[in-house]
């Protein structure tokens, strides 16, 4: 029996033990067919997925590799069922493909036809076929492409397609290094991706998605639509383009609700392409106003549905998703997968955080007590208004006050869910409120003054989830949020990863009302960053009321 | 007069009678009390049978051979009509007394023939007419194709009239080639298949067993294989029976487990359906688990001893099991016999046991090898050619996978072990047990081994399990950390004991979950109480509880109006007013009684019988059966006078013989007052414990109750 760093459960879940010499190598080893599924301190977990393993068939690894690995690295005797398992997965890959004929578009190919009429009976899969031309090929409705793999990922066939990607309009793109140098985790996961075709990259946040994306573009050298979640981020994602490839002003559009310009390199907001004008979407069309060559999809975790449904339509041209965490309270994460690609980087934050390229956190939650009358009233509030009762508590307000006073000399944030407790927290600190109601221009305004270092402390509504770069914000308060989703926890700590000038830690406080659906919520809320590794501190509010 | 089977088996070594029982274990049990009675043992039709089934093909085919010649047999003949190769086999036959030998020649037992059936190796039956072979020169077009058609069997023919067949047809039923059987069969004589068969019986024999084939494998890697699969069973186990417990099925009317609990457990594991009734049907045969009176299907008491015996031990109170059954779990669920549902009535299959056995010892003769399934079907269907069954060998190749027998399909030294009763080596094959866990920030607890058993336990009450396999992972949350509390565990019990097992430092979130959880825990009160009592008076309460006579009652006050009690209601009313109160019964509903944690059935375990299967007695019980017999022997060798006197059985077994030598006799008959007659007759059949016979005396056929036949006798004609 060797000692190895990985324990292989029967679950089909992988436990590496990070302290081991060989876990850097065995990291290595198992990342193209495992998915890693959580990294806190000493344990990472991966695990094995027939996609997981589809996609290794895919990227050149055969079976007998993946056994290999798994027996070179385990602690201790790998079942055998799980073996024959991966072996009997993996030989499902491919027996399917799909390919463009130059008579009948796209076809469906099995040399194994008794598959083939397996997958046709399916009664999801027979309305996208056509004429089946012979025993072994079929052709495929023009259109259905992403939803026939889609169909036949589900049924346990995959289709290997070879039917490749459309080069769309040529356009010159290219990485402008001067002054910084892409980072090499960054090179990799374009890299990834370039060769997988499509799929999503998965990198903390502040560890520079917009880069790879940038990368991608450079390597497509094509015309790109990119769509992200707002217009401010939409302008972010043209600055950084502008300083770091060789694209001009004039060849980035923006087509959001203010503008709508159409460039080679287009940067949309998922709000105007699923906005509708009597019933139906009034500006879907613009995926087929160029021959795009590539399309991102920034932030892929808030992808909403009708964009979903369009994404499944252009499965010929090639997408790249960009997240920091592919996490969904909905459980779409599988639909991502299926229709953007399949995850093509992960890499654990604190792996990220010991490179430097991004700020070590300090996660403190703060567990505030509500007073006697905050108590009954909470006790007595009706089910649906506790969570907003105890997250809004004056008790709770007085702590956040306390805590931006102590951090006067740091760039704060302060984050919030309700509007009238923002209102009321930047009435008492005298500091702006940047809300959903706050034009576009205000809010470029005023986080330049903040990035500028003119102001101090803002107050921000979750329009400031996401997307927005804040290079020196170093505190984050977090006072309420959107009930236990853990991927705004997360992004919310994002806000404040991008390395410091001088570099200081970053830290996070996330306030809790003690013995309230508050703290249910909290602990979920935590899961997804302490599955990263970041184990938070729990204080008591009074011992930070008391250094006032 | 020719020798019976019981004479011949009188004149046997004790050796080979010793030989006898190992080979037939069946005529041991009851021991036999003379030689007679053993021989119609032996030539009884169930015990024959058994013995067949125990040949291998070889065996069966030269029995077969045998069976072909009328008594007596010569050896040279057997050898001549089969091969030269044949003698071992004939000896084996005679070892296992389906052949007796009668001065140089052999016989067999009357009903040896019948389990062999009526036409041997698709032969027709002799005829005593004469024929001309080379009378077949001449014969019409057609005629010797046809006969060519029929020379391997089956020996008979169909024509729609024997008396309008075609010419060629007619032609050799009139040259003897074919014996008209009625009015539409014709049979083939066994003396023209024989012709054409050149004098022998079959086509090819197979002396020696066949090779398996497949894939060679690594000891070393087949033992891992096997401690991991070893490991992942026994976790099964104790996995269903620990869920049975929770959450207990409910037998089926028609005995054993339901689909749908099949499926819902097999979930649980995370195996397949055939896998879980497999697990099941092991639990339930070794009676760790029961279906109890009431129907649930639940854990017993032997579960919980068998909890506590080291992996080995358990394993081995399980595969032994296994080896012996003659239950084939693999038959549940198949599409072919839907009914047929674990722990059921239905699962018995004979021969099961052999087949298993024949199996493990052919994995065992090819170490290193994982065999293909085909190759193992082949050698199966030689060494129990009336038994073999391709889907038992498929099923018992996987069962033994399971259960880590084999490991990567080769048989691991654990296998060998336990078929050779020696001693396993399991525990030391298995990974050192460790005795810490690590905690990580997300509550989450990697155990990064095999648990020592009372540490597994304590854990197990205060976390939930998220995966299993070579370590464990835990998760604590709110409600692991509850049900540690109910154990009666505390708040600071827990973290110190956390603090002392964990390896890492307990991060503080986990910290304040358990003191969170301790602070809040038992703010609420439940109890048990039978009744209560109740009295807006509160002076009355307390005159109560004070009463000197109702002391015995025990009861307690649980608020200034209500006391409550332990004791029955009606015993309760009947105390209060002997103490000359006036109490009233009210509507006694809202008294919660909660569920005791762990729940076990409470009838003792009754595994199912193994059906259908004899273990090979042990030389001890072998020699003291002999000696038993010949004890037995020197008692019933008193001769009568006239017509030697013989017992029942050996009445029979001469009347089989008499029969088919279709001999005159005399017997000596009974009648209704015990006065002996002799009679002289031919007789024609037995059936039904009655000789049928023609009565020379009235020249009528009479039936003759076989127990009051005193002896047989060949007539002196």
Partial sequence: MSDGPLIVQSDKTLLLDIDHPLSDECRRAIAPFAELEKSPEH?????????????ARAAGHDAEQVVDTLLKYSRFAVPHALLVDIAETMSRYGRLRLEAHPVHGLILVSNDPAVLREVTRGKKVAPMLGLQLDD?????????????????????????????????????????????????????????????????VVLPCGAGKTIVGAAAMAHAKATTLILVTNTVAARQWRDELLRRTTLHEDEIGEYSGAKKEIRPVTIATYQVMTMRRGGVYAHLDLFDAIDWGLIIYDEVHLLPAPIFRFTADIQSRRRLGLTATLVREDGMEGEVFSLIGPKRFDVPWKEIESQGYIAPADCVEVRVTLTEEERLNYATAEQEDRYRFCSTTLTKRKVAVALARQHSEDQVLVIGQYIDQLDALGEELGVPVIKGDTPVKE?????????????????????????????????????????????????????????????????????????????????????????????????????????E | MSYSLADELRMRAESEIALLFTLRPDLISPVPPDMSALAARANSMPSVMRARDALNKWEIDILTAICTLGDPISRMEVLSMTSKDAKPAVLSLWQRALIYKDGEHYRVPSNVRVAIGEHPAGLGPTTTKKIDFSLLEEAPKGATDLLQRMVWGPPKGQVTDVKKAPPAIKWLITNNFLIPFDSQTVLLPREVALHFREGKVFKELQAIEPTITGTSRKQKDINLAAIANIGTFIRWCEELAHNWSDEPPVGLKSGGLGVR??????????ISESCAAFVAELLFIAGLIVIDTDDQIMPTNAFDIWLTRSIEERWHAIASLWLETSRMSGLIGKTENKNISALGPELDRAGVSLIKRNTLELLEKNLELDPSIDSVNICIQWLT????????????????????????????????????????????????????????????AIAPGPLTIELANAIGTIADIESRGGATVYRFNEASIRRGLDHGQTGNYILDFLKKTSKTPIPQPLEYLITDVAKRHGRLRVGNAHTYLRCEDEGLIAEILHDKKLEPLQMRKLAPQVLVSDIEINELMNSLREAGYLPAAENATGVLISAPLIRRAKSRPKPPRVVSEISIPTQAVINSAVKALQAGEKASSHKPRDIPRTTANETVELLHQYIEERVRLTIGYADT?????????????????????????????????????TGVGVANE
């Avoid at chain 1, 997804?528 to 008591?540: H, M």
């Avoid at chain 2, 609990?261 to 995370?270: C, N, P, Q, V």
């Fill in chain 2, 673 to 709: 007052n015990g006065g002996v007659s002799n009679r002289l007759i031919d007789p024609l059949s037995i059936s039904l414990g009655t000789l049928v016979a023609r009565d020379h005396a009235t020249g009528e056929i009479t039936h003759f109750r076989i127990p009051r036949i």
């Fill in chain 1, 136 to 200: 072994e090929t079929i052709v495929v409705h023009p259109g259905q492409r992403g939803f026939l793999k889609q169909a036949l990922l589900k049924l346990g066939w995959p289709a290997e397609d070879f039917a490749g990607y459309v080069d769309g309009q040529h356009h010159e793109i290219a990485l402008r290094e001067e002054g910084w140098s892409i980072r090499k985790y960054q090179s990799m996961a374009a890299e990834g991706f370039w060769h997988g075709g499509s799929g999503v």
């Fill in chain 1, 443 to 547: 809010r470029e305004r005023l986080f330049n003054l903040y990035r500028a270092g003119e102001i101090k402390c803002l107050v921000v509504s979750k329009v400031a989830n996401f997307s927005i770069d804040l290079p020196d914000a170093t505190i984050a308060i977090q006072v309420s949020g959107t009930f236990g989703s853990r991927q705004e926890e997360a992004q919310r700590l994002g806000r404040i990863l991008r390395p410091k000038a001088d570099g200081r830690g970053a830290r996070f406080y996330s306030l809790v009302a003690r013995d309230t659906v508050d703290q249910d919520f909290a602990q979920n809320r935590q899961r997804f960053l302490a599955e990263q590794g970041y184990a938070y501190r729990i204080i008591d509010a009074d011992e930070v009321l008391s250094k």
């Fill in chain 2, 385 to 444: 050619p009336t038994r073999a069954n391709s889907d038992y060998v498929e099923w018992i190749l996987r069962e033994a996978e399971w259960l880590g027998i084999t490991g990567q399909g080769a048989i691991s030294s654990f296998g060998i072990a336990l078929l050779n009763n020696q001693d396993l080596g399991i525990e030391t094959a298995l990974p050192k047990p460790v005795d810490h866990i690590l905690i990580q920030a997300d509550n989450s």
């Fill in chain 1, 43 to 55: 344990i990472h977990t991966y695990r094995l997925t027939p996609l997981g393993l589809w996609n």
């Fill in chain 2, 261 to 270: 609990d099949l499926k819902r457990t097999s979930e649980h594991l995370g």
